[in-house]
């Protein structure tokens, strides 16, 4: 769907893109991380072509990016506000109709989304008399009204109560089922966890991870399992003694769970193997690195190069 | 295209349907008609009754002083102190010096009357000094009214020896429409300021950018607000034209009407005035001045006029959009206003200059500076002084500038915008013209 190749960006001596590649597939939500200033802002001007690169290329299904395929996008900006002094209704129309739309088109359809939200009442409301929440809501509306074929969401749960995160989240993956292919820029890992097929993450000007969640689960995952056991302690630690490493144990309901590395080169079966004359096993799980885990160690990576897969820290 | 016609159209409407426009489009008229109504009033309405003694030992009051309305002259050849003055019902007292020849006029007041009745005053004073003067000197009163006529001088250009040039009068006109210029771009490119700030203050420009191109939103705003200006101005000039008309046919009614000007009891002095008014050729400056915009080519005027207007405001409001996205709030505005609005009343100055001394260097260069040129060129093209090809040359630097100055505005907006907390200074905003977009 869209695929950025080489993006360098400069602001004066500062650079805040540093030859970034990726490649965001159609129909799947993409996830682009990263801490504050990292460049994920500017990475999305440059998409949305409100700024330019000074190198690189933007491709949108195979061909080079063009000011009319903005048409065919939605974005909604972290920073994002409407006119005070307007009222809901003419507000949505006005956008709307900035994006290309015909008035009598987006009216319909915005008549729709006020129906399906419940919220028809604010049609004739100035935004100033909306909360937080409530202007949220309008904007998002604004940002799929034309239906994009490719939608940009900067921090999109910011400002909404878990209700009405829901509604949003809901609303997300709809899009997504209906073949809109969506990038979402976040803090909020959970959402990440909860949302992305994808992600890209975005330090010190340089794309330092990219591919699909799962597998970067799978990257960065510690060899670790938790077994639940009943048995000797010290029948336990001899067991282990050539094939893992005993992290931590824990008393549970009257039974022992026990947090296990494996040693480099082991696999799950010889352990478990060692493990059977010794102790009485009730379950086996695999530690997966939450999203939040990974996204604090790729950033504290010096070298983005050295991010290895079998990492052991 | 049709985006920057939405934008226009939202620019104009959001502001027109303000309650604060309606407010200011009735409040306008009602402000400059009762201005102009008031003083038309108040100098109607004469003061107090004047009872002026005048204290003449000496005979210096040769003639009889004629009563005015609501002045009533007293001369007494007795001497009068201060305090008896002071106790007397008399509201203005008249004391002469002592030189024989030519004696000045000391007069007392209690309170001050008003300017008309002081130069009433006056003129009788001067009247009866004259003829005492006169009969000193031997000169017969008939032939001296006759001989003291005001010279009537006309200058004559002479290339155009068929008519006078009037230089002065019209440079009025030019001036006039100079100072409207100054008053709309200052007004309206404000707005534009304010306007491109609020947006930015909103949040709202990132979302419209993602849609229009910066460049779009500014014009967009630009001309919108051009239109705010333009309805407002014709509504007040309409509202404004009513309301003088009806406010002097309800006010000067009872005043100038010759029915009941006959009813009225009135002193013969008072009716002969009036009769000499009735009579009497308008103010020479009236004429003069109807003369020269007879004069004047209407169309090209108001040609030139729409040029040199619409090219200013293009200028002045390009750079004040540009301020307006590059500060976070009004506070910041002020190191940037200043070279903005210096060149504006410089022009203005210049523009002064150029009624008095229209050949000076500085009118001159003035009207070619894209930044002085739309308010001094309209001064010296309506005095008829400039050259066909000084007014093609001021008009093609115009339009380059301000090409240049929408185009320079346009890459510090499109980068201003989108900067929030940075300390936008002189060299932060060179640095954002080499920006690649």
Known sequence: ?313 | MNKIALIIKREFLSRVRKPSFLIMTLLGPLLIAGGIMLIVYLGMQGSSDQHVLVVDPNGVIASKLNNADKISFFVDDAAWDDSTFKASPYTVMVRFTEEITDPTALIYYKKLPNLGAQRTIENELEKAVELLKLRRAGIDEESYRRVRKNLISNWLDIEKTDQESLEQERAGIGFFFGYFMFIFIFLYGMQVMRGVMEEKQNRVVEVLISSVRPFQLMMGKIIGIAMVGFTQFVLWIVATTLLIGIGSAVLLKDRYDPSTLANTPMTAQVQKQLGEQATAVPDVNDVKLLKAMAMLDIPVILGLFLFFFIGGYLLYSSLLAAIGSAVDSEADTQQFMMPVTLPMILALAVAQMAVYNPESPAVLWCSFIPFTSPIVMMVRVTMGNAMLWEVLLSMGLLITAFMGTTWLAGRIYRTGILMYGKKASWKELGKWLFYKG
């Not at chain 1, 991870?209 to 799978?218: D, F, H, M, W």
């Open chain 1, 1 to 313: 769907m869209l695929k950025l190749e080489g993006i360098v960006k400069r602001y004066g001596q500062h650079l805040a893109l540093d030859g970034v590649s990726m490649e965001v597939k159609a129909g799947r939500v993409f996830g682009l991380l990263g801490p504050n200033g990292a460049g994920k802002t500017t990475l999305i001007r440059i998409i949305t072509r409100i700024t330019g690169p000074d190198a690189g290329q933007v491709y949108l299904d195979g061909r080079l990016m063009t000011n009319e395929d903005v048409a065919h996008m939605g974005y909604l900006p972290e920073e994002r506000g409407l006119y005070k002094k307007m009222k809901v209704g003419e507000q949505a129309l006005y956008l709307a109709q900035l994006k290309g739309m015909p008035k009598a088109e987006a009216q319909k359809r915005l008549k729709n989304w006020f129906e399906r939200w419940e919220i028809d009442g604010w049609w004739n409301k100035k935004v100033e008399e909306l909360s937080k929440g409530m202007a949220q809501k309008v904007q998002f509306i604004s940002t799929v009204l034309h239906a994009p074929k490719f939608l940009i969401l900067d921090e999109p749960f910011s400002g909404f109560d878990p209700i009405n995160a829901e509604l949003i989240r809901n609303e997300i993956l709809r899009l997504r089922d209906e073949g809109t292919t969506v990038m979402l820029s976040t803090h909020n890992m959970g959402s990440v966890e909860e949302l992305c097929d994808d992600i890209g993450l975005i330090d010190k000007a340089h794309l330092v991870l990219n591919g699909s969640v799962e597998e970067i689960r799978q990257r960065y995952a510690t060899n670790t399992f938790r077994v639940e056991l009943t048995g000797n302690a010290v029948a336990l630690g001899n067991a282990l003694s050539f094939t893992g490493e005993l992290l931590d144990a824990q008393q549970k309901n009257g039974r022992t769970v026990a947090r296990i590395r494996l040693t480099k080169g082991m696999n799950l079966n010889k352990v478990l193997t060692q493990l059977l004359p010794a102790v009485e096993i009730h379950a086996v799980q695999e530690e997966v690195p939450r999203m939040h885990e990974i996204f604090i160690r790729a950033v504290s990576e010096q070298e983005p190069a050295l991010v290895p897969a079998d990492m052991t820290e």
